[in-house]
């Protein structure tokens, strides 16, 4: 069964950086894709960004040039470097990563982390 942890959440000022990470049971290279999603309170989950196997990235509108995702195959680590934060950035982050077993997708998610951002 594949895990995922996080860490690296916490409270930050507004302005502030944080790097989260994510660090898989097994070879992050079985997963077609991998990413981070949030959730703030009273909201719906949203994608933050995603990475591909060879390294295609996505970000949400919200968070282009302020955030960057990167992974390290060697470390079965995804992780995720927040630049000036802002207090709409306070959520979960849940990392996620998606594969093929036979011809089924499926997806696994982290337990999430907490991230804060408040003076």
């Known amino acids: 069964q594949v895990q995922l942890v996080e860490s690296g959440g916490g409270l930050v000022q507004p302005g502030g950086a944080l790097t989260l990470s994510c660090v898989a049971s097994?070879?992050?290279?079985?997963?077609?894709?991998m990413g981070w999603y949030r959730q703030a309170p009273g909201k719906e989950r949203e994608l933050v960004a995603t990475?591909?196997?060879?390294?295609?990235?996505k970000y949400a509108d919200s968070v282009k040039g302020r955030f960057a995702i990167s992974k390290d195959n060697a470390k079965n680590t995804v992780s995720l470097e927040m630049k000036r934060l802002d207090a709409d950035d306070t959520a979960v982050y849940y990392c996620?990563?998606?594969?093929?077993?036979?011809?089924?997708?499926?997806?696994?998610w982290g337990q999430g982390t907490q991230v804060t951002v408040s003076s």
């Open positions: 097994g070879s992050i290279s079985q997963f077609v894709i």
């Open positions: 990475i591909t196997t060879g390294g295609n990235q």
């Open positions: 996620n990563a998606g594969r093929f077993i036979d011809l089924d997708w499926t997806n696994y």
